[in-house]
């Protein structure tokens, strides 16, 4: 069956580490995954988004990684802050589809 | 710009009455979604639009569900005879386009609870 699994365990890590988050997948050929980021009571928000043939992503702190032959993407926040704690997302465009399928989520705590 | 709004924020029904849910999306985006979110569960795909036709309506849980989407533009979801399992956040997103890769935008979400 098709999964998209994410870390169900909060991710801890101190103020101006580097977090690394990941997303990996089966039975799917995503055309395109991308990253979402979702406060508590909110909507998720898009962070990233890259394309099958990419292999690195980056935008300001964030890089996202995608290997289609392990079947997985990370997501890194470098120097993280308090204000990067939420839980981030990750989604797939499988090929051949307009509509996101979503990873259920990995809290990120970042402590002062 | 206005982001996507949804309408009401919360939404506490009785077993067995119908709800309706608003979303109204950002100004010229043609691709509409609906999604739901249960307490620790990701959220489940439940039906699209581009324009105002629904092309996939599979992620709909059961017949109770309904959405329709009227001048291309404002979206409501329909539950009939609301069950206690359809207790959740419900989140409307639009984006420019269905072509795939594009990104969503997201409005607050409705939280319904069916008592």
């Known amino acids: 069956s098709q999964k998209i699994e994410q870390n169900s365990e909060a991710l801890n890590i101190q103020e101006g580490k580097t977090a690394t988050l990941t997303c990996n997948y089966t039975?799917?050929?995503?055309?395109?995954l991308q990253w979402y980021r979702q406060d508590p009571g909110r909507g998720p928000v898009f962070l990233l988004l890259i394309r099958e043939n990419e292999k690195e992503k980056r935008k300001e702190r964030l890089k996202v990684t995608f290997d289609t032959t392990l079947k997985q993407s990370l997501f890194h926040i470098t120097a993280s802050q308090p204000a990067d704690s939420a839980t981030y997302l990750c989604a797939l465009n499988p090929r051949g589809y307009s509509t996101l399928t979503f990873g259920k989520g990995t809290m990120l705590l970042v402590s002062p | 710009g206005a982001g996507v709004s949804q309408s009401p924020s919360n939404k506490v029904t009785e077993k067995g009455k119908d709800v309706e849910l608003r979303c109204d999306p950002i100004?010229?985006?043609?691709?509409l979604y609906w999604y739901r979110q249960s307490l620790g569960q990701g959220l489940e795909f439940l039906i699209y639009?581009?324009?105002?036709?629904?092309?996939?309506k599979s992620g709909l849980p059961s017949d109770r569900f309904s959405a329709e989407r009227t001048g291309g533009s404002v979206s409501t979801l329909t539950i009939q005879r609301t069950q206690q399992e359809d207790s959740a956040v419900y989140l409307c997103a639009s984006s420019f386009s269905i072509v795939r890769g594009n990104e969503q935008y997201f409005g607050p979400g409705t939280r319904l609870t069916v008592t």
């Open positions: 100004s010229g985006h043609t691709a």
């Open positions: 639009f581009q324009g105002n036709s629904a092309p996939d």
């Open positions: 039975n799917y050929s995503p055309a395109y």
